[in-house]
């Protein structure tokens, strides 16, 4: 929505009506904009973080991790994104976090989401978690935040049809397998006892359906770079549906919007730092998904530190300060292999 790029159907009062459904939570906490950084409004550069969890349901509410920390800036101009993954295994100096019990330590950086849900802190306190745990690592505050729950993502990209995805590999994919010729969970695909074949994601450009398009994006074993090629997947599925509902009509068909907005419904919680929702569809109505510009951490590729854990290059590191300070286009111009190569 926020990248349509084109004239959005019907007044603000229409949007607001349409995004009721979405659940909006305090995401947030202590990592949000202060006053003094602009949080009071969205006139200046505009910082979302976005975190993709696996939630099943037969796993526990409260044991669940991020897998995919993307953070997404836009500049003052609000005419260009940028989308930055934050690798799952970077190690990071998590803060204690009193509302669970947790003490503060050095793990994983998905482990923060975990560390704030558990002990009934919920998604809520894992996202607050997480964004205090980069802001301490990269000093980005943000004016928003989003969970994306993997499993209601697929809704919403049948909610645009299809999009157009180019692997640059075949993919193999560890999740799922067809039998009979219809795609399932390995796990269930195993209970039926028949012949399985497994799902295979071909190079070249394609049109996906929703449960193509997510599987392969949750792809890393087999991959030249694992998990940094995954980041990169990722990247390209939000560019593709962003792309997709500004070309279908979406963003100008009343019914196909609402289609969108209920799915969307089902798969985020939102944060949007008190600002209103429709506010935030018409700030971005002047980016595209043409305008959506993905970029690597550590070179795309991974990056020891001397503990033999993953860490941020210094570069990356000057990337997130060149978030920090609004200067990301001046930053890419002068580091231009950090721009993804995917389409």
């Not at 849900?117 to 505050?141: D, H, P, Y």
């Not at 989003?146 to 645009?160: C, E, P, Q, R, T």
């Not at 359906?209 to 939000?238: H, P, T, V």
Request: glycine share 12%; hydrophobic share 40%; charged share 20%.
């Amino acid at each position: 929505m926020v990248t349509s790029g084109i004239a959005i159907v019907g007044s603000k009062a229409v949007i607001s009506q349409a995004t009721g459904s979405i659940a909006q939570r305090n995401l947030l906490g202590d990592a949000g904009k202060t006053l003094a950084e602009g949080g009071s409004n969205l006139e200046g550069p505009i910082d979302l973080l976005l975190l993709g969890v696996d939630a099943r349901e037969r796993w526990a509410a409260d044991d669940v991790r991020a897998d995919s920390i993307i953070v997404l800036h836009i500049p003052a101009t609000h005419d260009q994104a940028y989308l930055i993954s934050i690798p799952r295994d970077t190690e990071a100096r998590i803060p204690a976090f009193p509302k669970t019990g947790y003490q503060g330590g050095v793990e994983k950086i998905n482990a923060a989401f975990q560390a704030g849900a558990r002990n009934g802190g919920g998604w809520e306190g894992g996202a607050q978690l997480m964004a205090q745990t980069i802001k301490s690592m990269t000093g980005v505050s943000f004016d928003g935040a989003a969970i994306i729950n993997f499993g209601g993502f697929k809704s919403v990209i049948d909610a645009l049809g299809t999009v157009r995805i180019c692997p640059k590999q075949d993919v193999k994919s560890i999740h799922m397998s067809y039998v009979d010729g219809e795609p399932m969970w390995n796990a269930d695909a195993k209970k039926t006892g028949k012949p399985r074949t497994p799902v295979v994601h071909k190079k070249g450009c394609q049109e996906m359906e929703g449960w193509a398009a997510l599987d392969y994006s949750r792809q890393r074993y087999g991959m030249k770079n694992s998990d940094y090629d995954r980041q990169q997947n990722q990247q390209q599925l939000i560019k593709a549906m962003a792309k997709k509902a500004s070309s279908n009509g979406t963003m100008t068909d009343l019914g196909k919007l609402n289609g969108l907005i209920k799915a969307a419904g089902k798969a985020f919680i939102l944060d949007t730092g008190g600002v209103p929702v429709e506010d935030f569809v018409f700030t971005m109505r002047g980016v595209t998904g043409n305008e959506l510009i993905m970029l690597k951490t550590n070179g795309g590729t991974y990056n020891a530190n001397g503990n033999g854990r993953e860490a941020l290059s210094e570069q990356t590191l000057d990337m997130f300060h060149a978030v920090k300070q609004d200067k990301l286009a001046e930053f890419v111009f002068y580091n231009p292999e950090v721009i993804s190569s995917r389409k």
